[in-house]
């Protein structure tokens, strides 16, 4: 097994990597770390999967990797306000989203330490990834979700076989649900468990690569609970670190205005998220009030020169209309990230190489896009 330590963010005691803990017992998050490395002309020589880049995750055994051949979404051009935007496509994953890249590496994980059963908390997206790994790797899983929960994706989780739980309230009522089933079942968190990180940064890795071994100045993300953020800085930062490129590309960060706690803390230059009033919002996947390593988010996207950006509801609804209107069937929370676009690109002059994303697939809300149907015909 490769050198793999836990360290805790707040106490810094050290775990070995092979125990099933998720959290310190000091209650802090747990963060990773590993030596990566980069042999790009292997790398080009393996099939075109996120797994290409091994060398750089923690699964080392390949019998343990949980894996649907996922990755290396092609990166299309999509012009916005005159300027092109590359935007990997995403929504092309197994369960119709991203949260596949970190739903593999960490269920790849968890066979490899013997886990049998685990817990997750979703607004829907990472507990369909999730269920979907489980379901291949024969681990079974109990799922948390929001009882408003898109029925597109409750169906998808229910098939993989998984146990499905609808928490009244909003998100964080979901959260701290899971939280009493996590004290002695594993927790396959996506905010929580450090693994998922390991996965969502090959999103960095194929953007490095695919700008011929080079990275953008700036990358266009959502944060709810960040997982792409923290991914995107820790892949990229692991390049830079391994001399392969001179800075990580500035991270724009976008929520919805209806609840964008992390927003509203770095205008207000505060190192945690500012309690809010969120408000219902489109983007469900990224309607997070309390995001768990929210000073973590905060501190990646500033140490990038980078930003946050808040949309409204009106500017999501547009956006999402316009890709559909170019081919691109995406859900609302993928268009939030994509309504951000316009005025940033007018707004920075300077920065001529940008991507973005397609986080979500539309076939995962189509109650939501036929509701935003109907209303455009009254």
Same mark, same amino acid.
């Given at each position: ?12 005691? =050290?775990?070995?990597?092979? &125990? ?66 590359? /935007?990997? &496509?995403?929504?092309?994953? &197994? ?68 146990? @499905? ?73 692991? @390049? ?10 500035? /991270? ?45 988010? @905060? ?9 946050? =950006? ?67 015909? &009254?």
């Amino acid at each position: 097994m490769k050198n793999i330590q836990l360290i805790c963010s707040e106490c810094e005691r =050290v775990y070995p990597a092979d &125990q099933p803990i998720w959290r310190c017992t000091c209650g802090g998050l747990l963060d990773i770390e590993m030596e990566t490395s980069f042999p790009i002309q292997e790398i080009q020589k393996k099939p075109p999967n996120m797994w290409r880049y091994q060398e750089a995750l923690p699964i080392d055994q390949p019998e343990n990797i949980i894996s649907f051949s996922e990755g290396f979404t092609p990166i299309i051009p999509v012009e916005f306000a005159g300027k092109m935007v590359g /935007i990997k &496509q995403d929504h092309l994953f &197994q369960t119709g989203s991203y949260k596949d890249r970190g739903a593999s590496v960490l269920i790849s994980w968890a066979k490899a330490i013997g886990v049998k059963h685990v817990v997750e908390d979703s607004s829907g997206n990472a507990g369909c990834a999730i269920a979907a790994y489980c379901a291949r790797a024969n681990i079974s899983c109990d799922i948390y979700v929001p009882a408003n929960t898109s029925p597109a994706k409750l169906a998808q989780i229910t098939q993989y076989g998984a146990n @499905l739980h609808l928490i009244p309230g909003n998100r964080e009522a979901t959260a701290n649900a899971v939280l009493s089933a996590a004290r002695t079942t594993y927790y396959a968190s996506h905010s929580w468990n450090p693994f998922f990180f390991q996965g969502t940064k090959t999103f960095a890795y194929e953007i490095w690569e695919q700008s011929g071994f080079q990275a953008p100045q700036a990358i266009v993300i959502p944060a709810g609970n960040g997982t792409l953020v923290m991914g995107t800085w820790i892949g990229f930062n692991d @390049l830079r670190k391994a001399g392969l490129i001179p800075t990580v590309p500035r /991270i724009f960060a976008i929520q919805a205005k209806n609840c964008a706690p992390l927003y509203a803390a770095h205008y207000q230059h505060v190192s945690e998220p500012s309690r809010i009033n969120a408000s219902p919002t489109l983007a469900e996947g990224i309607a997070i009030a309390e995001p768990i390593r929210g000073k973590q988010i @905060l501190e990646a996207v500033r140490r990038s020169n980078g930003t946050f =950006v808040a949309v409204t509801e009106d500017e999501i609804q547009a956006a999402l209309i316009s890709m559909h209107r170019k081919g691109f069937y995406i859900e609302p929370t993928a268009a939030a990230t994509i309504a951000a676009i316009p005025n940033l690109v007018q707004s920075h002059p300077g920065i001529d190489q940008w991507v973005s994303v397609f986080t979500g697939h539309g076939l995962k809300s189509t109650e939501k896009i036929m509701a935003i149907q109907e209303q455009s015909l &009254q």
